[in-house]
């Protein structure tokens, strides 16, 4: 049994180091000494290899895991941003003649250069991604994503209807994305332990410094407000070897704070070298023994982000603006008269019982359509019906029914089960619209649909079935389906 699948069986803390592999010998030999060590004040300590987050020249984290010596207890992750099903399948056959069963899967951020007004990149999308691993390895440690720090109704609510999906799909575990607001911390255990099978959490954690908020402030997911920006600056304007103990101290709380809090354990970031490793690691002995309770906690954790003219800092983004619905999350009237118009359509066109729909599946199942001339011309009348009304990009396996009429295709990364952890206040990471989730579960909450988006676990689409006509299949399904 791995240290992580073991230390999470135990309900012991664990501390997972995240490693972005890079082509440099001097971080690897760090890495070794760090490894070597083996633990942050007392947690036992093992590698995560990140996927795609740097640039293309990066190391991929099976590679790394082999520079690593492949020490059995690595967490590998995998990004499904410009990926298919045989990539996945294919990582996890030669993880396992490796010995390496435990995975950590992300749909992934942005592609760097991806345009959603250019050539699609398809993402294989974390909920079908982690069945097809659980399908593969029944017994292997499955780990997915979180992101609890959304501050309008439609956003976290979707957040947390996906990450029902995602144990529903077969995750063992769910890792927060970096944050450093404590109520949303409680937010997120509050919400797991109320889970019918709870599942452990780890939370991301990072030593913020003046220079990495400035970073981390454009990171999509990612909540660094103004106010903790203006903290960070001053403190460094001031001190600089003031601001970076500061900094280091918070580190520390925090996780003690989530010690308290009940996760099962960090997920590290931006520790490179075993000295700053030590240093975290006398931060937490000094910190620990005068922290008694979650409530004494939450009063340190207050005091070290408070202001000089005595005030806290804000954790949460401004909402004084308009949300993009309704103040109280509804659906606007054009939201539902789509909706209810295009269910109906649906309902006359699709659905064999209804004299037309039994006409248009005996047409279109016709053996015409299998020829090449036949199949291109369906194909191209279903693309010419559906992209000017839904934005439809011929996947060629129609889910509308499943995502409430919201077309899956109308997200730059494709995603049908629910949003990447990248919107801020029902944008979408890419900036230009708003998240198309945020819509369904307005839609969702006004037609009394919300347990479908923690329930339907929606198939991803295979790149064979991409660019054809999805109506023959759809009918062949329905057929299979009364057959039964």
């Not at 982000?305 to 109280?328: H, I, K, Y």
Request: hydrophobic letters at 40%.
């Amino acid at each position: 049994m791995s240290t992580l699948k073991q230390a999470l069986a135990q309900q012991d803390f664990v501390c997972v180091l995240e490693v972005i592999p890079q082509p440099s010998a001097r971080r690897w030999a760090a890495l070794e000494q760090i490894l070597q060590h083996g633990q942050l004040a007392g947690a036992p300590l093992l590698p995560a290899f990140a996927d795609r987050v740097g640039l293309h020249h990066d190391i991929g984290p099976l590679a790394a895991a082999g520079i690593a010596n492949d020490p059995a207890s690595a967490l590998l992750h995998f990004s499904g941003k410009d990926r298919e099903r045989s990539h996945l399948l294919q990582q996890m056959a030669l993880m396992e003649q490796r010995g390496l069963r435990q995975l950590l899967v992300l749909s992934g951020d942005r592609l760097p250069g991806h345009q959603p007004d250019q050539t699609p990149v398809r993402y294989l999308e974390s909920v079908p991604a982690l069945q097809i691993a659980r399908e593969y390895g029944p017994d292997w440690l499955l780990g997915a994503a979180l992101n609890p720090f959304k501050y309008l109704e439609e956003e976290r609510a979707a957040q947390y209807l996906k990450a029902q999906k995602k144990l529903r799909a077969g995750a063992d575990f769910l890792t927060l994305q970096l944050g450093y607001d404590a109520a949303k911390h409680l937010e997120a255990q509050r919400w797991m332990a109320a889970q019918p099978q709870p599942k452990p959490l780890l939370a991301c954690v990072m030593k913020l410094t003046s220079a990495r908020a400035a970073t981390l402030q454009s990171v999509p997911g990612i909540v660094i407000t103004d106010a903790m920006r203006r903290l960070l600056d001053d403190e460094q304007r001031r001190s600089p070897a003031a601001a970076e103990a500061r900094a280091l101290e918070r580190l520390a709380l925090q996780i003690i704070g989530l010690q308290w809090i009940g996760y099962a354990g960090i997920h590290l970031s931006g520790v490179h070298t075993l000295e700053e490793l030590q240093r975290l690691e006398q931060a937490i002995d000094a910190q620990r023994g005068r922290i008694h309770s979650l409530e004494h906690w939450q009063q340190r954790w207050r005091a070290c982000w408070e202001r000089a003219d005595g005030g806290d800092t804000v954790f949460a983004p401004p909402l004084d603006r308009q949300p993009l619905g309704q103040p109280d999350a509804r659906a606007t009237g054009r939201e539902l008269r789509r909706y209810r118009w295009l269910a109906q359509l649906h309902r006359v066109l699709f659905d064999r019982r209804h004299w037309l729909g039994s006409a248009v599946g005996w047409l279109v199942t016709r053996q015409f359509w299998q020829s090449a001339a036949g199949a291109q011309l369906l194909h191209a009348t279903e693309r010419a019906v559906k992209r000017p009304l839904l934005g439809c990009d011929s996947c060629g396996n129609c889910r509308l029914e499943d995502t409430l009429y919201v077309c899956p295709e109308t997200c730059p990364k494709g995603l049908a089960n629910g949003p990447c952890g990248g919107t801020h206040l029902n944008r979408c990471e890419f900036g230009d619209r708003e998240c198309i989730h945020s819509v369904k579960y307005r839609l969702a909450k006004a037609t009394d649909q919300l347990p479908q988006l923690a329930q339907t676990l929606i198939p991803c689409i295979n790149a064979d079935d991409r660019h054809r006509s999805s109506w023959p299949r759809w009918f062949e399904e329905e057929d299979s389906r009364s057959e039964q």
